[in-house]
Every structure is written in structure tokens, then in C-alpha cells.
């Protein structure tokens, strides 16, 4: 009897059990994502792990903030949206098969990627290929958007943002002789090196040195003492801040104390970590400012250290405004469809984005003001603002 009973109990355990793991993958498929008739799937490829974690994170921090804003006011179409996260650890390759993965198994509608150029530009075409819409929040370099009419970003661009390293180091730094030291496997690095040394001879400076090194290298000093040798009166690092900081930690201690100026590539709360003390004297442009009064600007920063108890970056903010755009143009194709969403994108006018006014232009980019940002005192402060050649009609 007793071991009937028990016969009995375990029987029925088993059978719960079994209809419970019936359910779970019934309804969510493989790896717990659903694809539910009330939501609709939205992709996003970033780097959680690896050399630019801090870039991922914050994007991806920005992007959920779009998303649960979204779901609180009703959703889209009268369905939530549902945010799907693959990390591709700073990776292109991996950057490709995420997405892969994000269309093929997850059948998003949209995708939120990259931060890094690189890397949209490894799985910007299967975007395309597949005719699923991408908007890169933060890739600066022009190639990401040419690789067809699917990919879109929400930022400006690197001859921009080169001739506003330019202009700042000959008008405001007044340096004339600036030496470069460029990451040569980083599409980003390789040019935005090159618009800013184009245009920095066109104002009447000279590029005194050019030295290379590759993203996960640590030692700097042979190319910081070759730079040093050619005597310039700043240093450009167009690089990514992991390595920035480095650069500059390693000068200092080869007692180069001259400036170093880069670009938005330094924006990561690690720059101040890794480099500490050795950051003062150095400037580099992005995308916002935190410290700026403009209250879209200000009402962000609030909710955002509400929510993540730190300052938002401009990754955070880029995130934000990226998948505000994407929400914005489901809502108004009025469908999932990937050509309508992709048409609704490229219509976007006038949008109040956390990181300025945002215009999708012919070729699928932003025109939008920058910023430069000095390091003072261990702080980082607003020194200009710089406002894009010609606004899209
Ligand atoms: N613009 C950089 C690139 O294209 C990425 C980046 C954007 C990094 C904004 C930091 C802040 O690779």
C-alpha cells in the first residue's frame, strides 16, 4: 500500500513535470524567447563582454530604458515590444553570427547594433541581405550605412567628427605639429585618423608622426618614444578607451605631458579608472554632455540614475534615442513589415533625440552637433559645442 502510494506520487510528479517542461518550450521555443502573437521582437547585437564592455552595457541600458517607456505607455500597435539581447563580446565575428542568430532563429523585426564600426560593418549585411532594418546608435564610420538600404544610424559621422578634433586643436588648443598613434585593425581608428589629419593640414597644422598598434595590446612605450622623437605639440589617439587610457598612462611615465586629444571612442567612465591622474590635459569629442542645462538632456540623466544608480554615457543615450527612433517607426508603418519599417526610418524628421534633434538623411545618417569634452580637475567638462555643416531639408 505504502509503496503504491509512493508509485502513485512519483507517478504524478513525473507527469506534472512533463507537462510543465511541455509548456516552458511550447511557449518559448528554444533558449526561453518567445514569439508570441501580442509582442513583437526586437534584436539588438552588443558588447556585454570583451575589450568594450562598457560600450555595450550602456547601450544596452539606453535601449531598455526606450523599451519598458514604451510597453508602460501601451506598446506598439497594440502589442508590447519584447527586447532580445545577444552579446557578441567585442567581436566582429561573433557580431555576425549573433544576428544571424537574432533573424533566423528569433525572427526580430528590427535590429538595435553596433556601437563599434567593425562590427556593423561585419553584420550590417545580413541585415540587409535579409531585408530586416539595423540602426547603429553609435558606428561613426561612413562605410556602416553604404552597405544598403536597410541600415540606418543615429549619430554623425567621422569627417565630421575629425574636422571637429581638427578645428578644436588648431583654434582652441592652438597646437601646430600633432603626431598620431591609430589602432590599425579598427575600421573606426584607421578613419577617423585619417579626416582628422586631412583636415588638420587644411587649417595649416602638420602631422609630425604616425604610429600604429591593434586593439589588446598593453604596451605602448616603443611607438609613445618613436612619437616623442618627432617633437609634436599634442598627440591624437583615435582609438577605443581601453587602450586610450593606456596610451596616456604610459606617456606620462616617458614624462610626455603634452595633450592628447581623441574621440568619442574615449567615452567609458574606464578611461578615468584605468588612466586616473595621467588624464588631465586631454580632450576628445562626443556626442553629449552630460553637464549640458538642456532639460531633454537633464530629464534623461535623471531617469536613467534612477534606474542604474550611474551617469549615462553618451552609449546610454545613443541606446535611448536609437530605440525610441526604431519604436517610433513601427508605430508609424503601421505593420512589422521590414519594408515599411525600413521606409518609416528613413522618413524620420525633427526627432527630439536625448543626443539632438535627429534627421535621417538620403544616405540613411544623422547630422548632429558635437561636443568636446576636456579632463579637468578629474572631472569631465563641456568646452564646446560644435554645430553640424548643413541641416537635412
Ligand atoms: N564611433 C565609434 C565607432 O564607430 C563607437 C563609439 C561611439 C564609441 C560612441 C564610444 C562612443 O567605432
Not at 36 to 50: K, P, Q
Not at 100 to 119: C, Y
Not at 157 to 168: K, M, S, Y
Not at 325 to 330: K, P
Request: net charge neutral.
Amino acid at each position: 500500500m505504502q509503496n503504491f502510494a509512493i508509485t502513485r506520487t512519483a507517478l504524478f510528479a513525473g507527469l506534472t513535470c512533463g507537462l510543465l517542461l511541455f509548456i516552458v518550450v511550447a511557449t518559448n521555443g528554444c533558449g526561453g524567447r518567445s514569439n508570441a502573437d501580442n509582442e513583437i521582437l526586437i534584436g539588438e547585437y552588443s558588447s556585454l563582454t570583451g575589450t568594450t564592455a562598457t560600450f555595450g552595457t550602456s547601450t544596452h541600458n539606453g535601449l531598455m530604458l526606450a523599451v519598458e517607456e514604451a510597453n508602460a505607455a501601451g506598446g506598439v500597435l497594440g502589442k508590447k515590444l519584447k527586447l532580445l539581447t545577444e552579446d557578441d563580446q567585442s567581436k566582429p565575428e561573433e557580431a555576425a553570427s549573433a544576428v544571424t542568430k537574432l533573424i533566423n532563429r528569433d525572427q526580430v523585426k528590427g535590429i538595435i547594433g553596433e556601437v563599434a564600426s567593425s562590427r556593423s560593418l561585419a553584420a550590417g549585411p545580413i541585415c540587409q541581405s535579409n531585408g530586416v532594418p539595423m540602426i547603429s546608435p553609435s558606428s561613426t564610420n561612413p562605410r556602416v550605412t553604404q552597405v544598403g538600404d536597410y541600415i540606418f544610424r543615429v549619430c554623425f559621422l567621422d569627417p565630421f567628427q575629425g574636422e571637429v578634433i581638427a578645428r578644436f586643436a588648431f583654434n582652441s588648443l592652438k597646437v601646430k605639429r600633432v603626431a598620431i598613434l591609430k589602432d590599425v585593425k579598427n575600421d573606426y581608428s584607421v578613419g577617423l585618423a585619417q579626416f582628422f589629419g586631412t583636415k588638420f593640414k587644411e587649417y595649416g597644422g602638420e602631422i609630425v608622426a604616425e604610429q600604429a598598434y591593434s586593439e589588446g595590446d598593453n604596451d605602448f612605450k616603443a611607438q609613445l618614444t618613436a612619437l616623442k622623437a618627432a617633437n609634436p605639440d599634442a598627440i591624437m589617439v583615435p582609438g577605443y578607451y581601453t587602450e586610450a587610457a593606456l596610451i596616456v598612462k604610459q606617456a606620462r611615465d616617458l614624462h610626455i605631458t603634452i595633450p592628447f586629444i581623441g574621440g568619442d571612442g574615449w567615452d567609458s567612465a574606464k578611461l578615468l579608472e584605468i588612466g586616473g591622474t595621467a588624464m588631465e590635459n586631454t580632450y576628445y569629442s562626443n556626442h553629449y554632455a552630460t553637464s549640458d542645462p538642456n532639460p531633454v538632456i537633464q530629464n534623461f540623466v535623471t531617469k536613467y540614475r534612477a534606474a542604474h544608480k550611474e551617469t549615462p554615457d553618451a552609449l546610454a543615450a545613443l541606446g535611448y534615442d536609437a530605440g525610441r527612433i526604431m519604436i517610433d517607426a513601427i508605430q508609424r508603418a503601421g505593420s512589422t513589415d521590414g519594408a515599411k519599417i525600413r521606409d518609416a526610418i528613413a522618413a524620420t524628421r525633427s526627432f527630439p533625440g536625448v543626443t539632438g534633434a535627429i534627421n535621417i538623411d538620403n544616405e540613411r545618417n544623422a547630422r548632429k552637433s558635437a561636443v568636446i569634452i576636456a579632463i579637468q580637475s578629474g572631472q569631465l567638462t563641456l568646452k564646446e559645442r560644435i554645430e553640424p555643416p548643413s541641416p537635412v531639408q
